[in-house]
């Protein structure tokens, strides 16, 4: 079956549609067998399940069709000749132990190695030999007075032969044509006798023997028709189930390389980074001094130009490398939080003091709106400032002279605590915001109107935040400004009434493990 699943998910013009895809499968399922050499016999078939089937239908009548026999076979003998009864109760079921005995043969074989045609044909064989054996049951009853004063004999004799035709149509519907091959000598045979006697009854029970015949075999038919489209189905759902793990197996080795190239990425960065700081400290520093003339004056002017250039596009390059490594580190995972008892107001003071000096130097003012009676936080103090004071810097690059930034620290609904950055720059547009919260990406508006920046203050933020189990919401509008917002959860704020004790458990409950030991 798994041959199959493969071949169809392999078939890259397979059609979308759930009902050309099963025609498709029973095509390719239903084609003829080829020889035994055919590579294409490897294929699952149809024809081959159906031939199975019959063969273990007809096992699991091994006992009850014998003692079907017997029991007619000993009805015949009562109103016949028993000799005519015996002989053909031990014919029949000859007939039938070879049915049974080729059954058996065919289910133990190996399936590779049986040629299906000629089993098929061997099986529609042994069914018509079983089948002309019923057809001598109505010649048992035969004439006589016994017969002729039990006017109901013809009927309970029309009835025996409707169970035998039932039972046969059944056990048979996998082949059709053994159906009709069991079933059609019994049925001929007793309405020949009844029409011997072209009485209104006989008559009447010929052609019901015959129209119960014709619908038995339009039963074997529709059983035969349900039984392949089950298959279908099974085909189609193990094609799908290939398909899934395919895609599956695709997926999880795509993702796989992803992480491997993600943490290598991370890696060369923060080795890098590290490697080009300790250079690059050095040329800030012999910069410095070279700039402040600290071992003597420098006659050329343009010299002291150019070693404010080295200075400023070393701090500039010292500042990326910075985010760089921090970044990495997040995403190795090894950024660990040092949690301590705090207030998000003092963070937001201390910040906005921070950015004071290039606040005035744009004319912008900022505005603090603070909620009264904010409990402290458990947080990581370095990385929340760190947070607020990418927001501010970005917002304050992106306002025009002139504008104004509102920074707001409060409740949320939920019961956690927000700081909120607003300004009135340019804005950003909408299918634009995914890029800003990318690494390294940048709005169109932002590139032509705001000072260089690497692109990786916000996705700093976000990553500070997450690993706070916060979020991090980013709102614009063309022409009206941006809005970034950080939320932190309620389970990290402190109660104004609790105690030291609970303040301690839950900070240390925060703790890394070789932290909690130590301490």
Same mark, same amino acid.
């Given at each position: 079956?798994?041959?199959?699943?493969?071949?169809?998910?392999?078939?890259?013009?397979?059609?979308?549609?759930?009902?050309?895809?099963?025609?498709?499968?029973?095509?390719?399922?239903?084609?003829?067998?080829?020889?035994?050499?055919?590579?294409?016999?490897?294929?699952?078939?149809?024809?081959?399940?159906?031939?199975?089937?019959?063969?273990?239908?007809?096992?699991?009548?091994?006992?009850?069709?014998?003692?079907?026999?017997?029991?007619?076979?000993?009805?015949?003998?009562?109103?016949?000749?028993?000799?005519?009864?015996?002989?053909?109760?031990?014919?029949?079921?000859?007939?039938?132990?070879?049915?049974?005995?080729?059954?058996?043969?065919?289910?133990?074989?190996?399936?590779?190695?049986?040629?299906?045609?000629?089993?098929?044909?061997?099986?529609?064989?042994?069914?018509?030999?079983?089948?002309?054996?019923?057809?001598?049951?109505?010649?048992?009853?035969?004439?006589?007075?016994?017969?002729?004063?039990?006017?109901?004999?013809?009927?309970?004799?029309?009835?025996?032969?409707?169970?035998?035709?039932?039972?046969?149509?059944?056990?048979?519907?996998?082949?059709?044509?053994?159906?009709?091959?069991?079933?059609?000598?019994?049925?001929?045979?007793?309405?020949?006798?009844?029409?011997?006697?072209?009485?209104?009854?006989?008559?009447?029970?010929?052609?019901?023997?015959? $129209?119960?015949?014709?619908?038995?075999?339009?039963?074997?038919?529709?059983?035969?028709?349900?039984?392949?489209?089950?298959?279908?189905?099974?085909?189609?759902?193990?094609?799908?189930?290939?398909?899934?793990?395919?895609?599956?197996?695709?997926?999880?080795?795509?993702?796989?390389?992803?992480?491997?190239?993600?943490?290598?990425?991370?890696?060369?960065?923060?080795?890098?980074?590290?490697?080009?700081?300790?250079?690059?400290?050095?040329?800030?520093?012999?910069?410095?001094?070279?700039?402040?003339?600290?071992?003597?004056?420098?006659?050329?002017?343009?010299?002291?130009?150019?070693?404010?250039?080295?200075?400023?596009?070393?701090?500039?390059?010292?500042?990326?490398?910075?985010?760089?490594?921090?970044?990495?580190?997040?995403?190795?995972?090894?950024?660990?939080?040092?949690?301590?008892?705090?207030?998000?107001?003092?963070?937001?003071?201390?910040?906005?003091?921070?950015?004071?000096?290039?606040?005035?130097?744009?004319?912008?003012?900022?505005?603090?709106?603070?909620?009264?009676?904010?409990?402290?936080?458990?947080?990581?103090?370095?990385?929340?400032?760190?947070?607020?004071?990418?927001?501010?810097?970005?917002?304050?690059?992106?306002?025009?002279?002139?504008?104004?930034?509102?920074?707001?620290?409060?409740?949320?609904?939920?019961?956690?605590?927000?700081?909120?950055?607003?300004?009135?720059?340019?804005?950003?547009?909408?299918?634009?915001?995914?890029?800003?919260?990318?690494?390294?990406?940048?709005?169109?508006?932002?590139?032509?109107?705001?000072?260089?920046?690497?692109?990786?203050?916000? $996705?700093?933020?976000?990553?500070?935040?997450?690993?706070?189990?916060?979020?991090?919401?980013?709102?614009?509008?063309?022409?009206?400004?941006?809005?970034?917002?950080?939320?932190?959860?309620?389970?990290?704020?402190?109660?104004?009434?609790?105690?030291?004790?609970?303040?301690?458990?839950?900070?240390?409950?925060?703790?890394?493990?070789?932290?909690?030991?130590?301490?």
């Amino acid at each position: 079956m798994a041959s199959t699943a493969d071949a169809l998910a392999s078939n890259a013009a397979a059609p979308a549609s759930r009902g050309a895809r099963r025609r498709l499968i029973t095509r390719r399922l239903l084609r003829p067998l080829g020889d035994a050499g055919d590579p294409g016999r490897q294929l699952f078939h149809f024809e081959q399940e159906m031939i199975d089937q019959f063969a273990k239908n007809r096992l699991s009548s091994s006992i009850v069709i014998p003692a079907l026999i017997l029991a007619m076979g000993l009805a015949a003998s009562l109103v016949g000749d028993p000799k005519l009864a015996l002989s053909w109760g031990v014919g029949t079921l000859a007939a039938h132990l070879l049915v049974i005995i080729a059954c058996r043969r065919f289910v133990t074989e190996d399936k590779e190695q049986v040629s299906l045609p000629a089993w098929k044909h061997r099986f529609i064989g042994r069914d018509l030999v079983y089948g002309l054996a019923w057809g001598a049951f109505p010649l048992l009853f035969g004439k006589g007075p016994i017969v002729e004063s039990l006017p109901v004999l013809d009927i309970i004799r029309f009835a025996a032969v409707i169970v035998v035709l039932s039972v046969h149509a059944l056990l048979s519907s996998p082949i059709p044509a053994a159906a009709v091959a069991g079933t059609l000598p019994i049925a001929l045979a007793m309405a020949a006798v009844h029409l011997l006697d072209p009485s209104l009854p006989n008559l009447l029970i010929a052609l019901c023997t015959l $129209a119960t015949e014709v619908f038995f075999l339009y039963l074997t038919s529709h059983l035969f028709q349900q039984h392949q489209k089950s298959l279908a189905y099974r085909a189609e759902k193990d094609a799908m189930f290939a398909e899934l793990e395919q895609a599956k197996a695709v997926s999880d080795e795509a993702r796989r390389r992803a992480e491997a190239a993600n943490m290598a990425k991370s890696q060369f960065l923060a080795t890098m980074s590290h490697e080009l700081r300790t250079p690059l400290n050095a040329i800030l520093g012999f910069s410095e001094v070279m700039r402040n003339e600290m071992l003597g004056p420098i006659g050329n002017e343009s010299y002291k130009d150019y070693l404010s250039d080295i200075h400023s596009s070393g701090q500039h390059l010292l500042k990326l490398i910075n985010e760089v490594l921090d970044l990495s580190r997040i995403e190795a995972g090894k950024r660990e939080l040092k949690e301590e008892l705090t207030s998000l107001v003092a963070i937001a003071e201390e910040a906005r003091g921070l950015m004071e000096f290039k606040s005035r130097q744009k004319n912008i003012r900022i505005i603090e709106v603070y909620d009264e009676g904010l409990p402290k936080i458990v947080v990581d103090e370095q990385a929340m400032r760190q947070v607020l004071l990418n927001i501010l810097s970005n917002a304050l690059k992106f306002t025009l002279a002139g504008g104004e930034i509102v920074v707001k620290v409060g409740r949320t609904q939920a019961g956690g605590q927000y700081m909120s950055v607003r300004d009135n720059g340019p804005g950003i547009p909408e299918h634009e915001i995914p890029i800003v919260l990318s690494a390294f990406g940048q709005g169109s508006i932002s590139l032509k109107t705001a000072e260089q920046g690497t692109g990786l203050g916000i $996705a700093i933020v976000q990553a500070l935040v997450h690993l706070h189990d916060g979020n991090f919401i980013l709102r614009s509008e063309v022409g009206v400004g941006t809005e970034a917002i950080v939320t932190l959860p309620a389970k990290r704020v402190v109660s104004a009434f609790t105690d030291d004790h609970r303040t301690w458990a839950l900070m240390q409950a925060r703790k890394p493990a070789h932290l909690k030991k130590a301490s």
